[in-house]
DNA sequence: GGGTGAATGCGGCAATTTGTCGCATTTTCA
DNA sequence: TGAAAATGCGACAAATTGCCGCATTCACCC
């Protein structure tokens, strides 16, 4: 359970990212990190790796905003369920989220996370009691993305009839969905 | 099996809420759209009327309640496991909706949601039986208002420090303000 | 296959909104 | 009463949005 100590037997983690930069990064840390790390860049491949050897644990990146690669939780949990899946994405939103979790991910993550992050994020227990309650409210831009979210997903990702409903401009919509995973 | 029939048996909701004025509002919503809906405004009694008497459905509002409101929802399960849980705040962040929904929450919703939202939250995800879905998302612009009247609220009226929480510049919030002479 | 309507991505430009600074009051509180 | 914070507002630059248009692409149907 415990990748840091030397004397145990390296823990297994696939590691599933389109982007090749960021994964052979990310997966240098890892290893660093006492992890036998393998790496896949598509949903397809990460199956298939799953299938022939499963993981102890998985970090699941959606670079794409969409459920897309939240379908590949409950399949590689199909393949075997005691596999940690924890997903790592630049478009974070709390509906994702949840999705992911209800999918039977052990986390979610929002980029950018660190090695150290993503851990840490492997080793909390579900039913931790203290949980600090943010004390801050939502800033107007989060709350606003965690809406078009939402309601982006309930239009099965149709821009031109989230921008309807939402009573804003299609261009507007895409310029904002485009600039989000920059902006911190 | 339809919240419209009036012909059907209604499905019990208990509602928790700290704050009587939502806590009314929002009860007499979802009381037009056929739930029988009951209140209490503390995890306490509302453990206690689920006890008494186990809702089909509950909508927990922890805006207030620190770690203690999310613990209500284990305790509500083993009483009734059976019980759909829904989750809602102010304070929503990834890390507690994360978290709600590993102890077991069926969804979670950041305020301000409308009762068209929730019910649809309901419905997503587990087979439930039909409820009223014509859900029309909040306008990006009543979202913000609705957002930006709650925190002010909180923060009794101070205009600076709400715009600093809000992560927006206080002259910017001045002129929204300035902009709705008449909400209602 | 061809036709049709909808959706998408994106450049450009005007209109609107927001960020920023400054300053004079007013309010709050010790 | 004195200091710190909050407020209201003008002015101007910076950024965002609304609104075109157009070329593809996609889904669907005849």
Known sequence: MNGNDPT???????????DPTFCRVLA????RRGFAVSTTHTSATALLAAQADPPEY?????????????????ELLTVESAIRIMVLTGYASIATAVEAIKL???NYLPKPADADQILAAFTVNGGDPAMPINARPLSINRLEWEHIQ???????????????????HRRTLQRKLAKRPAQF
Chains 1, 2 share one sequence.
């Open 58 to 74: 998985v970090v699941l990146d959606l670079n794409l905003a969409g459920d897309s690669g939240l379908m590949l939780i409950p």
């Open 104 to 106: 039977g991910a052990v």
């Open 150 to 168: 939402r309601v982006l997903h309930d239009n099965d990702g149709n821009i031109s009839v989230t921008a309807r409903q939402l009573n804003m």
């Open 28 to 31: 240098q840390a890892l290893t």
């Open 8 to 18: 145990a037997e390296s823990s297994s983690l696939l590691l599933v990212d389109d």
